[in-house]
């Protein structure tokens, strides 16, 4: 089943984001088998100010599990933050379902 995080940066958070990215992409190649597809949401600026990661878990909790372990949660790095079960439709330009 997938779910998708869709986590907004705490204010002032982008130095902490630095700081900790090599972490969370070491994390990221860690856990790469369940992760469908992701990536930082960007502000006005350009800069990242979130993330949307769909993943591939079993269930919720294991998908819980998968985002509390990454580094960004660790470092309480986002102010808000949705999980949801999630459905790929379309893909790479082609309706899947």
């Not at 994390?27 to 993330?51: H, K, N, Q, R």
């Not at 993943?55 to 933050?81: K, Q, V």
């Amino acid at each position: 089943m997938q779910f998708i995080l869709i986590a907004h940066d705490r204010d002032g958070g982008l130095a902490l984001r630095k700081q900790i990215r090599p972490d969370h992409l070491a994390y990221l190649t860690e856990i790469a088998g369940s992760i469908v597809f992701g990536g930082p949401l960007i502000d006005d600026a350009g800069d990242p100010c979130g993330s949307m990661i769909v993943y591939e878990a079993p269930d919720r909790a294991a998908a819980e599990a998968l985002i509390a372990n990454d580094p960004y949660s660790r470092a309480n790095l986002f102010g808000r933050t949705e999980i949801r079960a999630f459905r790929t439709v379309v893909r790479d330009g082609r309706v899947t379902a």
